[in-house]
Every structure is written in C-alpha cells, then in structure tokens.
C-alpha cells in the first residue's frame, strides 16, 4: 500500500505561481511518478511525468511553463506552476507508476489539490 499526499493547491491570480508538492509513504525511487488533472466536465489528463532517471515528459498545454521535478531521499515530488492561466484550473492528482508485468502496471493515486486560476 502506498499513500499519496499532495499540498500546495490554491487560488491564485491569472500569471501567477504555485507549487505542488506530493509526498509518499515510502521510497517510489522505483516508479515514475507523475502529475495529472482533471477539469470539470472533463477527463483526467496527464500533465507531467518524470522517470526513474530524471526524464520528464510534459503536455503541450503547459510546456515552458511547468516544471516536475523528484527528490528521492524525501520520498516527494513537486510540481513548479508559473505564467498560470485560468485554463490551469484543476484538481490535480499525484501519480505513481510501477511496470510489474509485462501486462500490468502498479498505480497509485493521491487524494487531489484544488488549483483555480482567477482573477
């Protein structure tokens, strides 16, 4: 079993920034772990991952302006949100992710953190 707490979230004003955090309840060195989002009315879509190695991997939408980033020591990932936009709003979700099979992977989900960009 593993636990995904994310922190962070807020309102804030159209250009702003914030940051992410998710800590996990033991060592996901071993995974990659990611950030996705999930838009009312809409479905949960990934924004940015980052590997075992420190590969990252964002969507177009946030690009330039996002950064993901690890520190395996603490067991924490975070999410570095600048030039947000209203379109930015979300609840966003903390990921981590395990090939276990060649079938099958093991997928853990954090509870969520509200992001609303608003003037």
């Known amino acids: 079993q593993v636990h995904l707490v994310e922190s962070g979230g807020g309102l804030v004003q159209p250009g702003g920034s914030l940051r992410l955090s998710c800590l996990a309840s033991?060592?996901?060195?071993?995974?990659?772990m990611g950030w996705y989002r999930q838009a009312p009315g809409k479905q949960r879509e990934l924004v940015a991952r980052?590997?075992?190695?420190?590969?990252?991997e964002y969507s177009d939408s946030v690009k330039d302006r996002f950064t993901i980033s690890r520190d395996n020591a603490k067991s924490t990932v975070h999410l570095q949100m600048n030039s947000l936009k209203p379109e930015d709003t979300a609840i966003y979700y903390c990921?981590?992710?395990?090939?276990?099979?060649?079938?099958?992977?093991?997928?853990?989900w954090g509870q969520g953190t509200q992001v609303t960009v608003s003037s």
């Open positions: 033991r060592s996901m060195s071993t995974y990659v």
């Open positions: 980052i590997s075992r190695g420190g590969y990252t």
């Open positions: 990921n981590a992710r395990q090939r276990v099979s060649p079938d099958s992977d093991e997928d853990w």
